[in-house]
């Protein structure tokens, strides 16, 4: 009986001793929960300005702790416009891509409605390095090389206001063109963005109290 105990415990120590090497080895290999996503890259980090904003919320909400999440369904009425809750936060947010390229087309058209109708060497010198200045500044690196794409094969016209206007309106259109979204009739282009509509409702637009 001796013997059969003395092999026994043996036994139980060596199975121990195996289960406890497996536990070291395992936890060797394994990341500490603390430290999963607490280091980033620049590269990792959300661009704002690089994303459209359903997308850029998506990746910061998955870097938010369940808690921050929990907090954000507690304003929703039935937990389903978290959406809406932060859209409502967005006047005063950094721009997503979106935004941001629609505050840009609306400078560059703005821009080209008050160019002069008969530009000086000077005008069209500064306006020319404007222009293709734009994509080597611009915020989105996918947008700005789309620019810089279309400056190449269709060179801005600025010897005129209206061959100035008609150009930005054509790029824009290529812009579209590719997100598939809806064309802008460019004879229309200054009636839109310097004169205002024909039916005089952008005028009644500056008679509405504040």
């Not at 139980?12 to 980033?40: A, G």
């Not at 997503?96 to 080209?112: P, V, Y």
């Not at 002069?116 to 989105?140: A, G, H, T």
């Not at 310097?194 to 509405?208: I, P, T, V």
């Amino acid at each position: 009986m001796s013997i059969f105990n003395n092999i026994y415990n043996t036994f139980l120590v060596f199975i121990n001793s195996h289960q406890r090497s497996l536990l070291m080895i395992n936890n060797l290999n394994e990341k500490p929960v603390d430290n999963i996503n607490t280091h980033h890259s620049q590269g990792d980090i959300p661009c704002r300005s690089c994303t459209d904003f359903r997308t850029f919320s998506r990746m910061r909400r998955q870097e938010f702790s369940q808690s921050q999440v929990q907090s954000l369904n507690t304003q929703s009425k039935d937990n389903k416009d978290e959406t809406k809750i932060l859209e409502h936060q967005r006047d005063d947010c950094p721009l997503d891509k979106d935004e941001l390229g629609r505050s840009t087309w609306k400078l560059l058209h703005t821009i080209a409605a008050t160019y002069s109708d008969e530009p000086s060497q000077e005008d069209q010198s500064n306006m020319e390095q404007f222009i293709r200045l734009i994509p080597k500044v611009y915020p989105c690196e996918v947008c700005a090389n789309d620019f810089s794409e279309i400056l190449t094969y269709h060179p801005p016209n600025i010897s005129s206001q209206k061959s100035f206007a008609k150009w930005m309106c054509e790029a824009h259109n290529m812009v579209n063109r590719k997100l598939e979204k809806p064309l802008f009739d460019c004879s229309n282009v200054n009636e839109r963005w310097r004169d205002g509509w024909a039916d005089g409702h952008c005028d009644l637009c500056y008679s509405k109290p504040n």
